[in-house]
């Protein structure tokens, strides 16, 4: 079974994975050389864990400690 394109399920996604408190971002992202999705946290990631699944339409899920992101400005 061939899966979906990863930008494609990360666009459904997003909006549901930043409503979570203390998610900063989403992304596509790699580990161990295979695509997955990044979740990007500024508060404990152990309590942020239990509200992310592991896995997202086939895609393996990886949580990374983050601070705030802010737009660059020139």
Do not use: W
């Not at 996604?13 to 900063?24: C, F, K, R, S």
């Amino acid at each position: 079974m061939q899966r979906k394109n990863i930008r494609e399920v990360l666009n459904r996604h997003v909006a549901e994975l930043m409503e979570i408190p203390g998610v900063t971002g989403a992304a596509e992202g790699q580990s161990h050389g295979e695509p997955c999705i990044t979740i990007f946290v500024m508060d404990d990631i152990h309590e942020i864990q239990t509200r992310i699944p592991g896995i997202i339409e086939g895609y393996p899920v990886q949580i990374v400690g983050s601070s705030e992101f802010r737009a660059l400005t020139s």
